[in-house]
């Protein structure tokens, strides 16, 4: 571990100690599960109607292949054909000869016994389908809602744990109940197979019975903590091996320049480790009930051979000796299937306890919705009312009543010193953070009512650009689908961002594919394509937060000439250190400490503000 690395185990709400603390709390399991098949919009009552109608007729088709088996036996231990069910058995086949009664029955039993395993592999093989569909949707229904989640809560969380919840405990959710509806159909299966061998002898069955339920009553009582434990630790490390693969992977340059990436990747290797040990406990613990019971059994025969040899004849016990050798071939293996899918189910239980409580927060912080620009759109002044704002894992505020009327149509520049405040400011406005009092207005409508025909007005062009790895036109329509993309409006906007150039050079021009797997693109190239994708959608403002940081100084001289060109045609908001790209900006808007300190032209704001003058003076906004 590295010192001041990542913390191996998660401390969050949907961490492991919550889930200690709640180990083998069985009254949350049903409501978890329904929860989950509702994220996978699966409807319980048709899943279960299904499992139920299939289980039914696998037992039914079990009984007959156990009960076959007593015809069988007593043909072949010379039982009288005269009477009892081999009198009814010569009737139906005709004929009391037994050297075809014998191959007859046999080829039944045979029959019953490839029909029902053939319809075994059938129905796990729809159990099977349902549940990873159930893992899939339930998935991509979580990933979906921390898409769509308010965005002061995504900041707030890690993304370790993100992708930990979206794959990794999401298969174990699924695997709870994959084990559930596998013991419900195994459960049914043993219980038509007692009531056979209980018509075959009721003692035997008694004794039968009574030994196993020991056995397998026993062996999971034992197991029970140890295997809560285990899915515990499975989940802690799956978080553990992200928060060393991010920062080894994600921060690359970081981790090469510090010589750190041994470090990372040594932090993720013990993870691997921890959870391969875990893994390898789990499989044990799941597999050691099979062999106790397979030395039970042997007890079995042992037993029920001593009682029967001394209570009834030798052919009759020979007789219910063979029916519980065919039972217990049938027992055995569904016994074994019950007591791995107990373990399953308790491993599993780490990650339908994370899912949802994941779940329960990110319900509890509202969820977004995507909607297409709406008709009735935000036209007029932005205004800020008393705009205050503190971030939720803060005392502190970070804006104190902020008020301020950005007129339609005007550029203006917000300017501070570092930690001043002007991005919160910013992402207020964007809409993505709610004000804690006062409202952002536009045309004196509270843009927080109607948050997606807001977002349909804004341009914004971020400090670090996110690039698709697609070609350069998927880029500039990001989102639109290809058929949808206006290739016309990609052409202006290109020109617009002084991108013609670049354009030329590419050896596919706008069809290139650029970013991860594309050519690779310099900084100041990632914003001027942010810039063309922020004006692609015709906006009506126009946002820049440090858009221009990457940019030499030619081509952010040129870039400022298209802003300029663009002044008075929309709104433009600009956070910027560089003194060129905010110096013909309609207002600048000084802020310190979260508060405005002086607004007005550049010359107005210098003239009034001894600390803007000292940061221009120093050099800091150029
Ligand atoms: N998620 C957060 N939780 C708590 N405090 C935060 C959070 N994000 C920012 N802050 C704090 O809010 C204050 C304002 O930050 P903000 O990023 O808005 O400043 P800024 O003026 O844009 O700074 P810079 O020019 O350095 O980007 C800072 O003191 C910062 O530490």
Do not use: C
């Not at 098949?37 to 696998?58: E, Y």
């Not at 480790?273 to 597999?287: F, N, P, Y």
């Amino acid at each position: 571990m590295i010192p001041g690395g990542p913390p191996t185990r998660g401390t969050g709400r949907t961490g492991w100690r919550t889930t200690m603390a709640r180990a083998g709390d069985g009254r949350r399991l049903i409501p978890q599960l329904r929860l989950m098949l509702r994220m996978a919009h699966v409807d319980p009552k048709r899943w279960i109607a299904g499992t139920v109608a299939a289980s039914v007729v696998l037992a039914a088709l079990d009984t007959l292949g156990v009960a076959a088996m007593v015809p069988l036996t007593q043909l072949a231990t010379g039982g009288n054909t005269d009477s009892g069910v081999l009198a009814w058995v010569s009737d139906v086949v005709g004929t009391t000869d037994r050297s075809v009664l014998i191959p007859v029955v046999a080829a039944f039993v045979a029959l019953v016994f490839i029909v029902k395993s053939l319809g075994a592999l059938a129905f796990r093989w729809w159990l099977l389908g349902r549940t990873t569909r159930v893992s899939a949707l339930s998935s991509a229904e979580l990933a979906r809602r921390y898409a769509l989640a308010p965005y002061a809560d995504h900041r707030a969380r890690r993304m370790s744990e993100i992708y930990r919840n979206i794959n990794d405990a999401t298969n174990q959710s699924s695997s709870v109940l994959l084990g559930l509806v596998s013991i419900a159909s195994d459960a049914l299966v043993l219980i038509a197979i007692s009531i056979v061998l209980a018509i075959a002898s009721p003692t035997v069955t008694i004794f039968a019975v009574a030994l196993f339920s020991l056995l397998v009553f026993g062996v999971q009582m034992g197991l029970r903590r140890r295997q809560y434990r285990i899915g515990e630790e499975i989940a802690a490390t799956g978080l553990a091996a992200w928060q060393f693969l991010l920062p080894g992977l994600d921060g690359f340059r970081e981790a090469r320049l510090t010589g750190s990436s041994n470090a990372f990747i040594d932090g993720f290797r013990d993870a691997r480790l921890r959870r391969a040990r875990a893994s390898r406990e789990m499989g044990i613990l799941a597999d050691a009930p099979r062999y106790l019971l397979e030395i039970g059994f042997v007890f079995a025969i042992l037993g029920i051979s001593a009682i029967l040899f001394t209570t009834v004849s030798p052919s009759e016990a020979i007789t219910v000796l063979g029916v519980f050798a065919a039972a217990s071939l049938r027992a055995l293996p569904t016994l074994n299937r019950i007591s791995g899918s107990l373990a399953t189910i308790r491993t599993g239980r780490a990650g339908l306890d994370i899912v949802s409580d994941a779940i329960d927060e990110l319900d509890a912080g509202g969820i977004h919705e995507e909607r297409p620009r709406s008709l009735v759109r935000f036209e007029g002044d932005i205004e800020l009312r008393d705009v205050s704002f503190r971030y939720a894992d803060s005392e502190q505020l970070v804006l104190r009543n902020v008020s301020l009327r950005i007129p339609h149509n005007t550029t203006i520049a917000f300017v501070g010193s570092s930690g001043a405040g002007k991005s919160t400011l910013l992402d207020l406005v964007l809409g993505l953070l709610t004000p804690t009092d006062g409202a952002v207005e536009v045309g004196g409508r509270a843009i927080q009512d109607d948050l997606a025909a807001w977002y349909g007005e804004l341009g914004v062009v971020p400090q670090d650009v996110f690039l698709l790895n697609d070609t350069l036109t998927a880029n500039i329509a990001f989102g639109v689908p290809a058929d949808g993309v206006d290739r016309a409006r990609v052409r202006e906007v290109i020109t617009m961002a002084q991108l013609d150039a670049l354009v030329a050079d590419l050896p596919q021009g706008l069809d290139t594919v650029v970013g991860e797997r594309g050519v690779r693109l310099s900084g100041g190239q990632r914003q001027r394509i942010g810039l063309a994708r922020a004006l692609y959608r015709r906006p009506s403002v126009l946002v820049l937060d440090e858009a221009t940081s990457a940019l030499d100084n030619l081509t952010e001289h040129e870039i400022a000439s298209t802003l300029a060109g663009l002044q008075g045609s929309l709104t433009i908001l600009i956070v910027a250190h560089r003194l060129s790209t905010v110096r013909h900006a309609d207002r600048l808007i000084f802020l310190s400490e979260g508060q405005i300190d002086a607004q007005g032209t550049f010359e107005e704001v210098r003239a009034q503000n001894a600390e803007f003058a000292r940061l221009v003076e120093l050099g800091e906004l150029n």
